[in-house]
């Protein structure tokens, strides 16, 4: 794909990922606050830079899982960010032959398990997702491991993984007290974070790649955000992350967010037949159906910060009818 088509295309899965339908007014804000860092569409951007780092059999590890309702529950996730994961993991390994394993709180690793499973992947442990390409023949596994909680386990995490690339979305970031807070700046009880920022930062000094995704600014790797929106987001100087990323893209949820840096692979590495095989609305159903609330109704609802699950596939197809008229060309009969 030319660089003049990779950015029309690009340009288009942002539009798409940031439709503000439930007019939540801060996604306008975030844009622009990216600009001053980011110059070219987000999403196709970001997955430029994993295309250009991946080869076959290359691990990537995905961070997820927000402690939502953490004064009350430690074991309480949405359904933002598990399955913009699991589509992710399922596109890196089918389309660019990666291993994706996915790290979250070790309370909520059966419920990604069950994701990942909705996305189509076969579930295995990390050895045997270490262990499954390159082929012939290969298996389609991922792993889901817990988020360690101190240095030394980071340190040991990405040793025994060894990633090309480290993703976060919708998995909390540090503010500027070295606290974490809710969008409502509320602090989150600091025995129910999971500590993606020690593998995050750990990663960054061993020159992994690392790419942020989020929708509110207060997530890991929105950090290049903070200078220009702290002022213009409710809650900012408390919520907004100071972690910054090589590359971030924003949605008006993280997995629209997920699903647009997905699309964007997909266009890249030419594989729009991929689509089809992928269901986002089951996955949401899935991680609903496993007990994760929607985050704006706050109930075990099937949506996604306030958005019903048909609308995270319909905008799945939208994005599959942009990748594949980029690839092909508009063509008028």
């Excluded at 990216?34 to 961070?63: E, F, H, N, V």
């Excluded at 596109?91 to 291993?99: D, S, T």
């Excluded at 009818?321 to 060309?329: D, E, Q, R």
Aim: charged letters at 20%; a negative charge.
């Amino acid at each position: 794909m030319d660089d003049a088509t990779a950015r029309a295309v690009g340009e288009t899965l942002d539009h798409l990922l940031l439709a503000d339908l439930t007019y939540r007014q801060a996604m306008p804000v975030l844009y622009e606050a990216a600009g001053y860092t980011y110059d070219y569409p987000l999403s196709m951007g970001a997955a430029q830079k994993i295309a250009g780092r991946c080869r076959p059999g290359d691990r990537i590890l995905i961070l997820t899982g927000w402690p939502s309702r953490s004064w009350l529950f430690g074991d309480l996730t949405e359904t933002d960010g598990p399955v913009g994961a699991v589509v992710l993991a399922r596109v890196l390994e089918e389309a660019l032959g990666c291993i994706p394993i996915v790290g979250c709180m070790e309370s909520l690793v059966p419920h990604l398990a069950a994701c990942v499973r909705g996305a189509g992947l076969i579930l295995g442990n990390l050895d045997q997702a270490l262990k499954s390409k390159p082929g012939p023949p290969s298996a389609a596994v991922a792993a889901v491991t817990s988020i360690p909680n101190d240095l030394d386990g980071a340190k040991k995490l990405l040793s025994d993984i060894n990633p090309s690339v480290v993703i976060a979305i919708e998995i909390p970031g540090p503010g500027i007290d070295g606290r974490f807070y809710t969008v409502s700046g509320r602090p989150i009880p600091s025995d129910e974070v999971p500590r993606a920022d020690l593998l995050w930062q750990e990663a960054q000094e061993l020159g992994m790649l690392t790419v942020g995704i989020g929708d509110g600014g207060n997530e890991l790797g929105m950090g290049a955000l903070r200078p220009h929106a702290v002022a213009r987001i409710r809650n900012g100087e408390h919520a907004l992350s100071t972690l910054p990323a090589d590359q971030i893209v924003i949605g008006s949820n993280s997995n629209w967010g997920g699903q647009g840096l997905a699309a964007a692979l997909l266009a890249l590495s030419g594989r729009p037949d991929v689509f089809q095989r992928v269901d986002v609305e089951r996955i949401v159903n899935i991680s609903s159906d496993n007990g994760a609330i929607d985050g704006l109704s706050a109930r075990v609802d099937r949506a996604v910060d306030g958005t019903p699950a048909p609308m995270s596939q319909h905008l799945w197809q939208m994005m599959a009818l942009a990748v594949s008229s980029g690839l092909g060309g508009w063509q008028k009969g």
